[in-house]
């Protein structure tokens, strides 16, 4: 089955830097790519999702890119704002399975 | 509109019990999952359905673990005689389904954090 693997599992940056945040998975059939947000004891909140006939995408401070021949995705998030400071998981749908596979999650401080 | 919800949002069980999570998925949505989150880690995928036809059940950890949609809407995941193992925070998500083609967006509810002392 398939394997998400992530990187760092706990990141700490100055207000206004930028954080990234990377994954990799092991099954190459996999075509959706989603980046949820969870802060402590609330639900996860979907952030930005990348498909796999996509290799960039951005929403305001928000980018995700994809590299399908290395089997990696990774999150950008520019001048970062204590509000996003926040646990974060990638995620991978293999082709036909609609199940995600997270992974281990980032937890993520934004110093003021 | 509505968000998925679950209850309840919390629950504690003595070893042995039986417990039984409900969800209740967006209005609408065909497809609904339920993952497990253990403290400090990823949601790890345990059963999905299609309306109320339960397309895979791979993720269940064994047999204790049950879980039904018989109307297409609401879920139950029910737990047999719980294990201090089965503590974990359980979520529901729901999505519009295959109709709306390749890899919708999964909505997730707060979930229940299960305690099994």
């Known amino acids: 089955g398939e394997n998400v693997e992530q990187h760092p599992s706990t990141l700490s940056v100055q207000e206004g830097d930028s954080a990234v945040i990377k994954c990799t998975y092991s099954d190459s059939a996999s075509n959706y790519f989603p980046w949820y947000k969870q802060e402590l004891g609330k639900r996860p909140q979907l952030i930005i999702d990348i498909r796999s006939n996509v290799g960039e995408k951005k929403d305001q401070r928000i980018a995700v890119t994809l590299n399908k021949t290395a089997k990696h995705f990774s999150l950008h998030i520019t001048e970062t704002q204590p509000e996003d400071s926040a646990v974060y998981f990638c995620a991978a749908e293999g082709a036909g399975s609609y199940q995600l596979t997270f992974g281990k999650g980032t937890k993520l401080s934004v110093i003021p | 509109g509505a968000g998925v919800s679950q209850s309840p949002r919390y629950k504690v069980a003595k070893r042995g019990q039986d417990v039984a999570l409900r969800c209740d998925p967006i209005?609408?949505?065909?497809?609904l999952f339920w993952y497990q989150q253990a403290l400090g880690q990823g949601p790890e995928f345990l059963t999905y359905f299609q309306n109320e036809a339960q397309l895979d059940k791979s993720g269940l950890p064994s047999d204790r673990f049950f879980a039904e949609r018989p109307e297409g809407s609401v879920s139950t995941l029910k737990i047999q005689r719980t294990q201090q193992e089965d503590s974990a925070v359980y979520l529901c998500?729901?999505?519009?389904?295959?109709?709306?083609?390749?890899?919708?967006?999964?909505?997730f509810g707060p979930g229940t954090r299960l305690t099994v002392l």
């Open positions: 209005s609408g949505h065909v497809s």
């Open positions: 998500a729901s999505s519009l389904g295959p109709l709306a083609g390749p890899s919708d967006t999964q909505y």
